[in-house]
């Protein structure tokens, strides 16, 4: 049997919208995100067994800095050197694409200060409410009260990812963290992001929490 070439679903229904068959159209659609359910599911559980195994045989630092060495490597060059001069508006917008696009939804609330984006993430917290990190098998859990763990008693290990290079590395990079995350600390809470309308706004404590020191407000720094 010779199996010839197989177009992705996307294409497939692109190609059932071009010939009027929305209802074809419509269900390769579903089965695409399927697919890429699947997929999502495969990584994220392979990036949280193998932080889980670094932090096991070689320690929690080792854990961040294998973080570090992916911020570095890969995801520094995919922020953009304006971030941190786009309205508030658009930096969240961009997160809540990032997060609903990774099997998330998102509820927004603003006030005079902050943006405030709720989320079901579909990643770190959808394994949380797996229990994920509870049982024989368990996923890591960090337990070093430490930046990496946003200065908490607990954090699981593949959310430590927003504290290393959403704000630790984003703020050695250019300043300020790309969003203030609030991960969740049980099951069924949602993973909370403030963005700050005025950068200069976000609280000492934030940046204490990951270690570092609040920078000048923008009017000093010229």
């Known amino acids: 049997m010779t199996i010839g070439p197989i177009a992705p ?4 229904a ?3 919208l071009a010939r009027g068959d929305t209802e074809a159209a419509a269900e390769l ?3 695409a995100v399927a697919d890429w359910g699947r997929l999502q599911d495969y990584s994220i559980n392979w990036i949280t067994s193998l932080l889980s195994f ?3 045989e070689l320690g929690e630092e080792a854990v961040e800095r294998s973080l570090r060495a992916s911020g570095d490597e890969f995801i520094r060059g995919r922020r953009s050197d304006d971030w941190n001069g786009l309205p508030a508006e658009a930096r969240a917008k961009a997160i809540a694409r990032a997060m609903v696009a990774n099997m998330g939804s998102v509820e927004v609330t603003e006030d005079d200060e902050k943006i ?4 079901r993430c579909g990643s770190g917290g959808r394994m949380i409410d797996e229990g994920k990190y509870e049982g ?3 996923y890591l859990t960090l337990t070093e009260r430490d930046p990496r763990t946003f200065s908490r008693d607990e954090l699981p290990v593949y959310c430590a990812h927003c504290s290393v290079n959403n704000e630790m590395q984003a703020i050695e990079w250019s300043g300020r963290p790309v969003t203030v995350e609030h991960p969740p600390t049980a099951k069924g ?9 005025d950068l200069d706004a ?7 929490r990951v270690g570092k020191a609040a920078p000048a407000p923008s009017s000093e720094r010229g």
Do not use: M, N, T
């Not at 405030?116 to 989320?119: A, E, K, N, P």
């Not at 976000?202 to 204490?208: L, R, S």
């Open 9 to 12: 679903r996307w294409e497939q």
């Open 14 to 16: 692109k190609a059932a």
């Open 29 to 31: 659609i579903d089965r």
């Open 54 to 56: 670094i932090g096991r």
């Open 116 to 119: 405030v984006l709720s989320f």
């Open 136 to 138: 024989e098998h368990a």
């Open 189 to 197: 809470e949602p993973c909370v992001h403030h963005i700050y309308k």
């Open 202 to 208: 976000i609280p000492d404590e934030i940046y204490a």
